[in-house]
């Protein structure tokens, strides 16, 4: 098992968008483990598929105006892509298809916030890419921050 970073280094509390989230990534932070890294992500959310480089999860607090809210997490606890291995980038292409088959999706939007989650607005210190397919809703649109 590769090694975990600091509890104080793994979760962004103050970007918590509700407060059942913030109690969640609370308590996680106690136990001092990154909920994000195998195989603690299986007891966290349902892992609906993994393969050699990533887990592909349903998000536990999807955003709002999402039909379809997926979590693409890459076994390696990074917080960037690009220090993720070659490897890593040819089998995203796998589970992203995967995604796609098992969700039938027709559309959708890729998101990863890369860094210091402090400054990039997400609640964990563990890249993930979401795959989001928002509502058709032009009165609230599917929004995502890219910062605090």
């Known amino acids: 098992m590769q090694p975990q970073p600091t509890p ?19 308590h996680l932070a106690s136990t001092g483990v990154c909920f994000m890294c195998p195989p603690f992500l299986a007891q966290h959310n349902y892992v ?3 393969s050699g480089f990533w887990s592909m999860t349903w998000n ?8 379809t809210h997926l ?3 890459p076994h390696k606890h990074v917080t ?4 993720l291995e ?5 089998d995203l292409h796998q589970v992203l298809a995967e995604a796609i088959r098992r969700c039938n999706i027709e559309y959708y939007g890729l998101a990863a916030r890369n860094g210091d989650c ?20 032009p009165k609230n649109p599917l929004r995502m921050r890219f910062s605090q």
Do not use: W
């Open 48 to 50: 609906e598929f993994m």
């Open 60 to 67: 536990a607090y999807p955003y709002e105006q999402t039909l």
């Open 71 to 73: 979590l693409l997490v």
């Open 8 to 26: 104080s280094s793994l979760y962004c509390l103050e970007n918590a968008r509700s407060p059942e989230q913030r109690a969640k990534m609370e």
């Open 118 to 137: 402090v400054h990039m607005g997400s609640t964990v210190a563990h890249l993930h890419i979401h795959l989001m397919v928002p509502l058709h809703n």
């Open 80 to 83: 960037r892509m690009d220090q």
């Open 86 to 90: 070659v490897d890593a980038f040819t």
